[in-house]
């Protein structure tokens, strides 16, 4: 099905964040890496603007990485 859509079956590297503080509505969302080659084609669409951020490798290590974002939560 895939190849009759000429689509693919591959996500963008993204983080998963579940976000919940007392008193505010908890927020469930991910964030991609900036220059990921599958962020025009995500195969679940769920790539948007707001969402892509710069990854950089984090001082001290080949593995770790790290990225700034804001999450802002509504009050309940």
């Known amino acids: 099905m ?4 000429e689509r693919h079956p ?4 993204h983080m ?3 976000v919940h503080a007392p008193g505010h509505e908890t927020v469930t969302t991910h964030t991609f890496v900036s220059g990921d080659p599958y962020l ?3 195969a679940v669409f769920g ?4 969402l892509i ?6 001082e001290g290590g080949d593995t770790i990485w790290r ?5 802002v939560l509504s009050r309940t």
């Open 10 to 13: 591959w996500r963008p590297a």
């Open 53 to 58: 951020v710069p990854f950089t490798r984090a």
């Open 47 to 50: 790539v948007k603007d707001s």
């Open 2 to 5: 895939l190849e009759r859509v």
């Open 16 to 18: 998963h964040f579940l």
């Open 40 to 42: 025009e084609s995500d």
């Open 67 to 71: 990225s700034e974002f804001d999450f």
